[in-house]
């Protein structure tokens, strides 16, 4: 049986034509494969997700080759689809979490990983706001300031520059730190019983590629939570500085976090790379015993 490889990508990504000459073009030219492509269209995530669940099949491998928004549409779409589908990724973003983690480098190595059976299990943490699925994150979820900054990078001017071929750790540093010293005045959240600005829920190696944290998506219990009040700069440098060169402080989880925010109020909160207001009462997060099969190296 041929087997289906179904490419995931975002035509409007600031490395799209590297995804079209590394990924899709040799794609196409490999034998005994029929491949596939879908492209991310400007719309919601759950519409994305939606229609690339549809089309998924028993033994397809999906590869979502982009940014962790990309990942996040990936990661989401096996698990609302049915089907049996092995999951790679290709990091092409800003800070290519989900990449890191499992440590994919380029298309070759994938298909070689997969056709040796170099697959694990991914347990995903699931957000639920006032009783209902929000969304699948594979490798972390935020809340607060740090979710707020990811706005950052939908900015025209951003992406123009991303395009331009900005380097783009040193470039989004560089927007991150403007932003903040603009904005840490804000009051980012209102945990009821807590003064914080953020909280972190971690279940991959890294958050935004700097921060450290732990191989908690093959387990199918344990995540990692963080609080900070971030907002505060000397707060902040050590926070960072325990992340980056140690690990981010916190604890390790084996049940789900209920955030109260003793009535409903609007929020932040991201997805690797998917920035959301929402509005809730109450934000729980816990783990997906059940996983998908995602492509290791």
């Known amino acids: 049986m041929v087997k289906r490889i179904i490419i995931a990508y975002n035509p409007r990504s600031s490395k799209h034509l590297r995804i079209q000459e590394e990924v899709i073009n040799p794609a196409q030219k490999l034998k005994g494969h029929m491949v596939g492509k ?10 994305n ?22 990942a996040t549409v990936g990661v989401n779409a096996v698990m609302k689809s049915s089907a049996d589908v092995t999951l790679g990724v290709l990091g092409y973003g800003n800070f290519n979490d989900f990449a890191r983690t499992v440590k994919s480098k380029n298309l070759a190595q994938i298909i070689a990983d997969y056709e040796r059976g170099n697959i694990k299990k ?11 699925l929000w969304r699948y994150g594979a490798c972390y979820f935020t809340i607060g300031m740090f979710a707020e900054s990811t ?22 540093v560089i927007q991150l730190a403007k932003w903040y010293f603009k904005s840490r005045k804000k009051e980012f959240l209102a945990v009821h019983g807590k003064d914080v600005s953020d909280v972190l829920f971690v279940n991959g190696r890294t958050v935004a590629k700097i921060m450290k944290g732990g191989d908690y998506w093959q387990n199918p219990q344990e995540f990692f939570v963080s609080y900070g009040r971030l907002t ?10 325990r992340s980056m060169f140690t690990k981010m ?27 959301a207001r929402v509005k809730a009462k109450e934000l729980i997060v816990k783990k997906n015993s059940l996983g998908i099969k995602v492509v290791v190296s």
């Open 38 to 47: 879908f492209e991310i269209k400007s719309a919601p995530v759950d519409e």
């Open 49 to 70: 997700v939606e229609a690339l669940s549809k089309i998924l099949m028993d033994g397809d491998l999906l590869i979502a080759a982009g940014g962790d928004g990309t």
């Open 122 to 132: 991914l347990y995903p943490l699931e957000a639920w706001l006032d009783g209902k």
């Open 151 to 172: 706005e950052v990078f939908d900015k025209p001017s951003t992406r123009k520059a991303l395009k331009r071929g900005k380097k783009s750790l040193v470039f989004s």
């Open 232 to 241: 505060n700069f000397f707060r902040l440098c050590r926070f960072m500085s």
């Open 249 to 275: 402080p916190g604890q390790i989880k084996k049940a789900e976090v209920k955030i109260d925010f003793s009535e409903s109020k609007e929020f932040e909160i991201q997805a690797e790379g998917e920035f």
